[in-house]
């Protein structure tokens, strides 16, 4: 057996990560999450049909958009992460390899996207605030930033749990490393080793490590307004996919903010 080794660093894990992405989250509703997470944005003022998808990973959440007809442009960390996300995008989604926190200026978006815990993996309050920041410089008039951020339940759970999921030729295992009475803002870690068969019929090992950092509401809030953003809503969500009005750390599996350029804020960052 062979051995590969993803490094802390959010691009090398999911640059390891890449090819086995679609079978972990084989299990998630795109179609139906999106739906609701449109109905929300739509809610609190959204209009038009322009989208950026900053972590947009193989491109399971802009894909929807896409064949709306929306005029999507997506970015992830991870170049491997792209690379599958290219084989199934359509012509009208342009694609770009960048940092949230070093986004540039892509265009002008009716709604911007960061899901399934990017922000999570910004582990620092200053690298939530410059990409909060970099957001806020993409955003049209009226637009509306919408993104997920882990409670401790899931920290408490998923990342302390250990489980297996099986693919055609290759099997995964996550290990969460995590306590289960875990606090916020806590530095949660899990690894995740994918065995997959070679060509020549052996087994190669390639691990990941994931660091993800729980934001507490209060420091969301903050970073948001630091980034001269207005926080207008939260929802809690669980395993359905269905979101609620206000999030509850140990129900809900995720928190959903939703974001808009503050009025009375001074120049852009």
């Known amino acids: 057996m062979t051995q590969t080794t993803g490094s802390v660093g959010a ?24 739906s609701h997470l449109l109905q929300l944005a739509m809610r609190h003022g959204m209009r038009g049909n322009r989208l950026l998808d900053v972590g947009c990973g193989t491109g399971k959440s802009f894909l929807p958009f896409a064949r709306m007809g929306w005029r999507v442009a997506a970015c992830d960390v991870s170049p491997r992460m792209l690379e599958i996300a290219a084989e199934t995008a359509p012509p009208n989604v342009e694609l770009h390899v960048a940092d949230a926190r070093e986004l540039p200026t892509l265009g ?4 911007v996207l960061l899901l399934d815990d ?31 951020a882990n409670t401790l339940l899931t920290y408490r759970t998923f ?39 070679a060509a020549d019929g052996s087994w190669e090992l390639h691990s990941s490590v994931h660091r993800q950092r729980h934001h507490a509401e209060a420091v969301v809030r903050a970073a948001l307004a630091d980034a001269d953003l207005d926080c207008v809503a939260i929802y809690g969500q669980g395993y359905d996919a269905r979101p609620v009005a206000g999030a509850d750390q140990v129900r809900h599996t995720k928190a959903l903010y939703i974001a808009r350029r503050d009025a009375q804020g001074g120049e852009r960052r």
């Open 118 to 148: 990017v922000v999570n993996y910004l582990t620092g309050c200053e690298d939530l605030i410059r990409a909060f920041a970099a957001v806020a410089a993409n955003l049209a008039p009226g637009g509306v930033l919408l993104f997920d």
């Open 159 to 197: 990342f302390a749990e250990t489980l297996v999921v099986e693919g055609d030729d290759h099997y995964l295992v996550w290990r969460g490393r995590t306590p289960t009475d875990a606090e916020s803002n806590l530095l949660a870690e899990g690894i995740l080793d994918a065995f997959a068969r």
């Open 108 to 111: 002008e978006f009716d709604l």
């Open 11 to 34: 691009r090398e894990a999911y640059d390891v990560l890449a090819p086995f992405y679609d079978t972990f989250t084989a299990h998630h509703d795109y179609e139906l999450w999106t």
